[in-house]
């Protein structure tokens, strides 16, 4: 029998009794073999799970599910600079209301040059995790554990000359669905807006 006991891993799994869990590697390369076909599908700050792994970055199971991987966040990067490049503003300040692990933010500061890079993470699990990991990871990353409507107000450092690009991805949880598309009002663990 495998390692997962014929137990499948799907993002309902992870959201559910993995929640808060550390994941092992094995589980990390399952979720993705299992709902995308793919072992390395959750590579995040540029190196595929057994890289980031070797490194000592550990996630738990909400944020394998939750994070925005390296393909797509790489994607989001290049299009947020396109668009910054148009804007006469010289070095961005990036920040990211819902920060998870921190890849998105980590990605458009890296296509942008923003100087600064903020996040904020609300979750104890998530955000103590993921502070870990961009430590070991030295991103130039400033996660901050608060929720975005405390933290937003205490941008003291955000010059005016500064393009400032404000990055919104919540956790859509049951807001997303294969049939209906996405309602913004049933995004989870509770309604944001
Ligand atoms: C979809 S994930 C974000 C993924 C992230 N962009 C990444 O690259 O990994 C959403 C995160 O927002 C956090 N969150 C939820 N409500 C929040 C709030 N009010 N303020 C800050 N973070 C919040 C959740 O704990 C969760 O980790």
Redesign the pocket.
């Known amino acids: 029998m495998s390692a997962s006991g014929g137990q499948v891993y799907d993002r309902w799994f992870l959201l559910g009794e993995k929640r808060n869990e550390l994941l092992d590697l094995w589980e990390v390369q399952q979720y993705g073999q299992d709902s995308f076909g793919d072992p390395d599908y959750v590579s995040?700050y540029g190196l595929k799970p057994h890289e980031w792994y070797a490194r000592g970055v550990r996630i738990p199971g909400?944020?394998a599910v939750?994070?925005?991987r390296d393909q797509l966040?790489n994607l989001i990067g290049r299009d947020i600079a396109a668009a910054a490049r148009a804007a006469s503003a010289t070095s961005p300040t990036v920040v990211?209301?819902?920060?998870?692990?921190?890849?998105?933010?980590?990605w458009i500061k890296t296509h942008t040059g923003a100087h600064q890079a903020i996040?904020?993470?609300?979750?104890d699990t998530?955000?103590s995790l993921?502070h870990a990991n961009l430590s070991i990871m030295d991103l130039g990353i400033d996660l901050r554990h608060?929720?975005?409507?405390r933290?937003l107000p205490m941008l003291t450092n955000v010059s005016e000359d500064d393009l400032l690009i404000v990055?919104v991805?919540?956790?859509?949880g049951r807001a997303l669905s294969e049939r209906a598309g996405l309602d913004l009002r049933r995004t989870g663990?509770?309604p944001?807006l």
């Open positions: 995040i909400r944020t939750e994070c925005t966040a990211d209301l819902f920060a998870g692990s921190g890849n998105t933010l980590h996040g904020f993470e609300l979750d998530v955000f993921a608060d929720s975005y409507l933290g990055f991805a919540p956790p859509w663990p509770f944001i």
